[in-house]
């Protein structure tokens, strides 16, 4: 279609790289492939972050891995923003030199 769409994202590896090189090599083919991805991009991007958890879980079994990560990516549709984050990573807007809160950050204390 002739909508713009840019997709970022970065993962924080925990005990090893496996997942968080699994997750950037899969993310983001995951969120291209979702059926609502043209409709729902946050439904996707939601959707897509557990799909790619259980497909990782069921790598790590297999192989006897026990690596983890955190991530956030971002996904720009035409003129909006979609964020999507998993564990404490973050992300920070600067609009015209002044942050904007997008997020929540993850903390222990966090109900």
Not at 80 to 97: F, P, T
Request: aromatic share 8%; with cysteine; glycine share 8%.
């Amino acid at each position: 279609d002739d909508v713009d769409r840019a997709y970022f994202a970065v993962f924080d590896g925990h005990g090893g790289v496996d997942a968080a090189d699994y997750s950037a090599t899969h993310l983001h083919v995951n969120v291209g492939l979702h059926k609502e991805f043209v409709k729902n991009p946050a439904e996707a991007l939601k959707c897509s972050f557990q799909k790619t958890d259980e497909m990782f879980l069921f790598k790590a079994k297999r192989e006897k891995l026990r690596s983890g990560t955190t991530g956030v990516s971002a996904l720009i549709v035409g003129s909006k923003l979609h964020i999507a984050w998993l564990g404490d990573s973050q992300v920070m807007l600067v609009q015209q030199g002044k942050t904007v809160t997008l997020m929540e950050p993850h903390k222990p204390e966090r109900e």
